[in-house]
Antibody, heavy 116, light 107 residues
Framework: QVQLVESGGDVVQPGRSLRLSCAASGFTFSSYGMHWVRQAPGKGLDWVALISYDGSSKYYTDSVKGRFTISRDNSKNTLYLNMNSLRAEDTAVYYCAMSQGYLPHWGQGTLVTVSS | DIQLTQSPSFLSASAGDRVTITCRAS??????LAWYQQKPGKAPKLLIY???TLQSGVPSRFSGSGSGTEFTLRISSLQPEDSATYYC?????????FGQGTKVEIK
């Protein structure tokens, strides 16, 4: 069955960087687009970024453009989110999700806390 | 960006009640609209996609309808396990966006 396992969440100071990973299994990773979605504590869902199955297309929400980079390594079945210039408002649980046009499969999430 | 507004933000109903949640979009979504259920501490679960298609494994008491800019999620007979927050999402235009959520409480 589809499994998505995020890692890399941590407590970091404002302005610092962090890289999240999402290890995928149970499906042909290289055939599907992948997304990052985040959720600030006690708040709603916030779509962050998408990468196409082959990495050739990427889309971002405006608030992370120029700071976050989504990437993937199909040889390792792994999705990444490189986050630079982190802000307090980036504090959230970050979920990776597999795209089938919609988001039927999600990981359990990893918590990023940006605080001095 | 397409804004999605859900109503109500909170509802309390009894087991067996019929429940309706509405999602209004600031512009058309070509029916690229999904509904998710999220329980505390858990990842969202896809319930409905393409506005009205039930995701595999989701109980038939859940249904979706609507078109254009107004969409509805209905639970025909509310069950205790349906206590959760429900989100609509548009997938027509990047950036994809979610509604603010509707928290459903069982009386």
């Amino acid at each position: 069955q589809v499994q998505l396992v995020e890692s890399g969440g941590d407590v970091v100071q404002p302005g610092r960087s962090l890289r999240l990973s999402c290890a995928a299994s149970g499906f042909t990773f290289s055939s599907y687009g992948m997304h990052w979605v985040r959720q600030a504590p006690g708040k709603g869902l916030d779509w962050v970024a998408l990468i196409s199955y082959d990495g050739s297309s990427k889309y971002y929400t405006d608030s992370v453009k120029g700071r976050f980079t989504i990437s993937r390594d199909n040889s390792k079945n792994t999705l990444y989110l490189n986050m630079n210039s982190l802000r307090a408002e980036d504090t959230a649980v970050y979920y990776c999700a597999m795209s089938q046009g919609y988001l039927p499969h999600w990981g359990q999430g990893t918590l990023v806390t940006v605080s001095s | 960006d397409i804004q999605l507004t859900q109503s109500p933000s909170f509802l309390s109903a009894s087991a067996g009640d019929r429940v309706t949640i509405t999602c209004r979009a600031s512009q058309g979504t070509n029916n690229y609209l999904a509904w998710y259920q999220q329980k505390p501490g858990k990842a969202p679960k896809l319930l409905i996609y393409a506005a009205s298609t039930l995701q595999s494994g989701v109980p038939s008491r859940f249904s979706g309808s609507g078109s254009g800019t107004e969409f509805t999620l209905r639970i025909s007979s509310l069950q205790p396990e349906d206590s959760a927050t429900y989100y609509c999402q548009q997938l027509n235009t990047y950036p994809w966006t979610f509604g603010q959520g509707t928290k459903v409480e069982i009386k």
